[in-house]
């Protein structure tokens, strides 16, 4: 029996990749080359369109496999397989070495999960990952995400400690206050007994604060992908998700 949702009628592809169709296909294509098509064991039920479409549907609404499965007309074990096969195939590539007149944006935010191993209870009151994200200013394209660290790590210890301290070397990288001490380029803030900052300091401020700006809304384009807001997955599984939704909100914003 059939699925609901399928690749062949377009309309389903937006709402639930964030792409038109012919980014879509670019998105196919680049898994093909990775080895989308690879057969392991038994073969796809479904071919590799309706795959990806599967992978972005679940990742965009939440839902668990045992309910997206049906919605293509498959088992859940085969939607497992799926997902286990098509995630690490949708990451964003490594980054390359920065241009000279490239800036970066680094900020941290807290992904609510249920695998306690990687997450902690953090400011929001729930068990939550921190994830490093960094954009960068001027294409706002995700350049790379670090590995997720427990939501009770401060962002100083987490921009090492989750490896995108290396992707930054050599670009000038905006960051805000809680990222102290890590050679950024955090706000000014008084000194003790400083009761006003200076209007150079004021005016450096306000433009540090647009800058981080368009960190902040690339951040809420991922976010609004909603197993971002609550995470089932085990393992590296919120990491593969992160990785494979800014793929996504990439190539969304390079049409």
Not at 12 to 31: C, N, T, Y
Not at 127 to 135: A, G
Not at 144 to 150: K, Y
């Amino acid at each position: 029996m059939g699925g609901v949702i399928s690749a062949d009628d377009p309309k389903w592809i937006e709402p639930f990749s964030g792409l038109s169709e012919s980014q879509f296909a670019r998105l196919v294509a680049l898994v093909r080359r990775r080895g989308g098509d690879v057969q392991r064991g038994r073969r796809w039920r479904l071919p590799l369109e309706d795959r990806v479409l599967l992978v972005a549907t679940y990742w965009r609404t939440n839902l668990t496999l045992r309910q997206v499965a049906p919605l293509f007309g498959i088992s859940k074990s085969a939607a497992d397989r799926i997902l286990d096969h098509l995630a690490p195939l949708l990451a964003i590539s490594p980054a390359r070495r920065p241009r000279k007149d490239t800036v970066y944006i680094v900020d941290g935010t807290l992904v609510p999960t249920r695998d306690r191993s990687i997450a902690a209870s953090s400011k929001n009151y729930r068990y939550s990952t921190n994830l490093q994200v960094v954009i960068d200013a001027n294409s706002r394209l995700v350049v790379a995400i670090g590995l997720p660290l427990p939501g009770s790590r401060n962002d100083c210890r987490a921009f090492t400690e989750s490896g995108v301290d290396r992707v930054c070397r050599g670009a000038p990288t905006i960051a805000d206050g809680g990222h102290q001490g890590t050679g950024l380029l955090i706000p000014h803030r008084r000194r003790r007994g400083q009761t006003h900052l200076s209007p150079r300091q004021e005016a450096e401020n306000a433009v540090h604060r647009r800058a981080r700006a368009r960190g902040e809304h690339a951040l809420s384009r991922l976010k609004s992908w909603k197993i971002l807001r609550d995470c089932r997955l085990k393992g590296n599984g919120v990491h593969q998700a992160m990785l494979g939704i800014a793929r996504l909100h990439n190539l969304a914003i390079t049409g």
